[in-house]
């Protein structure tokens, strides 16, 4: 056994252990006693267990690190969620051990450098993904971005976010010479040139797409975000990153003026007090349950996390910061933390230019939708409908949140070639 | 590129720090602020059900308010007479008074554990409340102004405990909630305190403030003589008396409250001699008090001769309070020294005392010579003055009537007193709204509460 896997076991016990104590405390606050509690915390460590196992047997040179972090939110969203809602809990952990599967087969895949030269395949299947919700889709809080597949919904966007962050890896590792020419001459006029431009102006475009077709701000946001992070490790040209600001800048006054659920979302934001019974109710009732919470919190199961609306599926963070305080919360914040430095840690691994992109495209995605939904929550930005990965209620997000970090930890497992 | 992605590493744990940055102020910094959110009544109401809440006596363990079972509904045995100290609670609109200012040690949850975030209780059982308030004594002053508008405050000027603080009209808190449309839009205003929050001109019973400021900071001008002629005209404003009382020393200026004396003392001491001589006694500033109080006002811009004159003998811009007054008096009562004003005697937890209030020294209004000198002048103005139907048989009472006018109709009629006056341990101050004469209308609501609370404490 590799030393980096017993390093794993050791710590994803720990992780392991603070999931079972949060079990504990909301079963010890629970009116009474069901059996079937034990299921939640068996089936998610089982699991993770054997994910372990199975690495070792496959003698990984993974990331030993990343395991046991990622343990630690989707152990204690279960738990959360099971104070809040029994059945949502229970389909949390079907997504759990639907999106282990295919973590542990990304490992087993030999060349991802491969996969570069199929970019503009890649592109496609994602614009498909997003244009896929357009023509079939369905609302849900107001937001048209889900698709029906019989009983199930399912949310396009989430494998879509992937597949461009890959495609643009791929479209942006083939032209690494191209990024560095400083101008496109047509005649007398110079251009940005158009290896830089185009992925900029895709970005722009889809963004306002996202928030004006389909009313997804927090997507749109997201993505433009992917494509910036992603365009400043390939070659950082400010000037063409501060256009692309300015473009998105222009794009979103012209959709507050022009759009009426753009300017609602900031009007909350703005002032969410002056309608704290209407339309600012839920984001007042997040800040007034997070500074509940105090210091230390009012102890799992203890808050009443019931006050404030879409709990289970936005906002579980915010019963988290209510019954853990600030103590409770500033740990769970490290942990994303630092999946994400290891994540970007992954990309690095290897000295291939390709799979750098892809690791720090994966982990900007994870790192901002974090980001964006913590910012939103404490009202440092408007709140969009993303949810914390690995720690709110969603299938889609689980498990394509999943499949990103079975990429990462495919990557930490390269080698560096000369 | 690898340099890239160790920048972009950098930013994100910047961001991440701003996000800890963002939670902390949320949690500490603004927790005090929003936890007292009206949009935060429910889970605050939720917190309550968790626990008995504490009941509430007066000084002789009479029941005020208690609570028989978790989260079970207020009882409150007299309810209208003490809402203006006890105040109210309901899940909907909030709480107010004692309920509201020891809302966390009556539901079981002291501050310290409070502020740690733990809302669930320390103790099944919240925390008692003793008050310093005697029930018989408020129910007397409540029943003395029913029918007005006006406030009177009873306190002890030996330690600032309050013996009764009364606000008329009142409200019935058990049924606030079925009547919070009509009572919180009634003109006259039941949910105000006039007591602590009620801004009146004081009258003539400010020229005690002035004759303070001339025997701290001008004594040589009380061993002058004054002339009175009926009227004295200044730039702007002519001062009225209500008739020629010719030659006066101070004392007599004092028994017969001659406006025209107090106004050329004023003019003497300039506006900020004044001004300096109220904020001895906490004008334009908050009383600190386990109420919610407004700030007396005494303003600090130089003004005209006119002005001037009349915020000598409480007229013009000058605002106070009735709980104002009850402590410029007790000053005076108890040689200079005012005592912080209370409500809680102690606190109780599950029949032993858990905290005891300690009087505290709050200000030093004038020095105890000038505190003897003043006093020995409202005794004068209740043997031989405009306070005379004070007098108790075998009780020298010190005292001063005002008659305040104001924009809205006859002149607020005003008592400030203490008794005994050798050695004080009752203040009383009292105001009736539109009443007119303070000597007709409110002195003798005044009276019968000194006679009362003297019996209440030794």
């Known amino acids: 056994m590799k030393a980096s896997r017993q390093t794993e076991r050791a710590l994803l016990g720990g992780a392991i252990a603070i999931g079972w104590l949060a079990f504990g405390l909301s079963w010890l606050a629970a009116p009474v006693w069901e059996p079937q509690a034990f299921f939640y915390p068996a089936a998610i ?10 690495l070792r047997a496959m003698e990984s040179g993974a990331d030993e690190l990343l395991l046991p ?26 997504w759990i051990l639907s999106g282990l599967g295919p973590l542990l087969l990304l490992q087993m895949v030999t060349d991802i450098r491969a996969w570069r030269d199929h970019w503009l395949l890649l592109l496609l299947l994602a614009l498909g993904c997003l244009a896929s919700t357009l023509l079939f889709g ?13 009983p199930m919904r399912f949310q396009p966007s989430e494998p879509a976010k992937i597949l461009l962050a890959l495609a643009l890896a791929g479209y942006l590792s083939r032209r690494k010479e191209l990024l560095l020419v400083r101008f496109w001459q047509l ?14 102006a895709l970005a722009v475009a889809l963004t306002l797409l996202l928030m004006v077709v389909q009313r997804d701000l927090g997507t749109g946001l997201l993505l433009f975000g992917l494509f910036v992070c992603e365009l400043f490790v390939a070659a950082p040209r400010l000037d063409y990153l501060l256009l692309g600001f300015l473009a998105l800048g222009a794009g979103g006054m012209v959709s507050y003026r022009l759009f009426n659920h753009v300017q609602t979302r900031i009007n909350i934001w703005l002032h969410p007090w002056d309608q704290a019974a209407g339309q600012g109710y839920q984001v007042v009732q997040a800040l007034l349950a997070i500074s509940a919470g105090g210091l230390l919190g009012a102890g799992l199961g203890q808050g009443s996390p019931q006050h ?26 490290v942990v994303y933390m630092l999946l994400s430095q290891r994540g970007l840690k992954a990309a690095l691994a290897s000295n291939d230019d390709f799979l750098t992109l892809v690791g720090v495209g994966l982990t900007s995605l994870f790192t901002l939708q974090s980001l964006v939904i913590l910012g939103g929550a404490l009202r440092l930005i408007p709140l969009t409908g993303v949810t914390l990965p690995l720690f709110n209620y969603g299938g889609s997000s689980l498990v394509s949140t999943l499949f990103s970090f079975g990429l990462i930890l495919r990557l930490s497992a390269e080698e560096r070639s000369s | 590129m690898r340099a890239n992605v160790q920048r972009l590493q950098k930013v994100f744990i910047c961001v991440f720090l701003l996000i800890v940055l963002a939670l902390t102020n949320l949690t500490v910094f603004q927790r005090d602020k929003l936890m007292a959110s009206p949009y935060n009544n429910q889970r605050v109401a939720g917190w309550d059900n968790q626990s008995i809440r504490g009941g509430i006596f007066d000084r002789h363990g009479e029941v ?39 809302g966390a040690e009556l539901s079981g949850r002291p501050p310290f554990w409070a502020a740690l975030g733990l809302n669930f209780p320390l103790a099944v059982q919240g925390e008692d409340l003793v008050l310093t308030v005697s029930l018989s004594l408020q129910r007397e002053a409540m029943r003395l102004l029913a029918g007005r508008r006006g406030a009177a405050i009873v306190l002890d000027p030996r330690t600032g405990a309050v013996l009764a603080l009364a606000s008329q009209p009142s409200f019935e808190p058990s049924k606030l909630a079925k009547q919070w449309e009509s009572i919180s839009h009634d003109k006259a205003a039941p949910l105000l305190n006039r007591a602590t929050q009620g801004l009146y001109p004081p009258g003539s019973t400010l020229k005690v403030v002035t004759l303070a400021a001339v025997l701290s900071q001008r004594p040589e001008l009380a061993a002058n003589n004054y002339h009175c002629p009926g009227q004295l005209t200044l730039p702007g404003y002519t001062v009225h008396c209500s008739q020629a009382h010719g030659e006066l020393d101070l004392a007599s200026a004092l028994a017969v409250s001659c406006n025209v004396t107090f106004s050329q003392l004023g003019l003497k001491l300039g506006n900020n001699a004044l001004a300096k001589q109220a904020e001895r006694a906490f004008f334009n500033n908050d009383i600190p008090f386990e109420l919610p109080t407004a700030k007396s006002s005494w303003p600090q811009q130089n003004v005209g001769d006119g002005e001037t004159a009349q915020r000598a003998i409480g007229q013009g811009q000058v605002l106070t309070t009735p709980l104002q007054m009850a402590l410029v008096t007790a000053g005076i009562a108890n040689g200079g020294m005012i005592y912080q004003p209370y409500l809680v005697q102690e606190r109780r937890l599950g029949g032993r005392i858990s905290a005891r209030t300690k009087p505290q020294k709050m200000a030093e209004f004038v020095s105890p010579k000038v505190a003897a000198a003043i006093t020995d002048m409202m005794i004068e103005v209740t043997k031989h003055g405009t306070g005379r139907g004070a007098a108790l048989s075998e009780i020298k009472v010190a005292g001063k009537t ?6 809205h109709g006859a002149p607020h009629a005003w008592y400030i007193g203490f008794a005994p006056a050798e050695k004080p341990r009752v203040v009383v101050a009292v105001i009736v709204e539109n009443a007119g004469s303070g000597a007709a209308a409110a002195l003798p609501l005044a009276r019968t509460l000194l006679q009362l609370a003297l019996k209440e404490v030794s």
Do not use: M
């Open chain 2, 402 to 407: 005002g008659t305040a006018e104001n924009p």
């Open chain 1, 45 to 54: 460590s089982l699991a993770l267990y054997l994910v372990h196992l199975s």
């Open chain 1, 69 to 94: 972090l990622l343990t630690v939110p989707l152990f204690l969203g279960v738990a959360t969620l099971y104070r809040l809602d029994r059945a949502s809990a229970f389909w949390q952990v079907i």
């Open chain 2, 64 to 102: 005020l308010a208690v609570t028989d079972k978790k989260g079970g509904p207020r009882v409150y045995p007299a309810g209208y007479d003490l809402a203006p100290i006890i105040g109210y609670l309901d899940p909907k609109i909030g709480a107010a008074g004692l309920e509201a200012r020891y």
């Open chain 1, 187 to 200: 005649g007398p006029i110079k251009l940005p040139h158009p290896a830089y431009f185009g992925p900029l």
């Open chain 1, 138 to 150: 369905i609302e849900v809080y107001g937001a048209k971005s889900w698709l029906k597949l019989g």
């Open chain 1, 308 to 333: 404030i609306p879409a709990i289970t599926t936005d906002l579980t963070f915010v019963a988290w910061c209510e019954e853990t305080g600030l103590a409770g919360s500033i740990a769970l914040i």
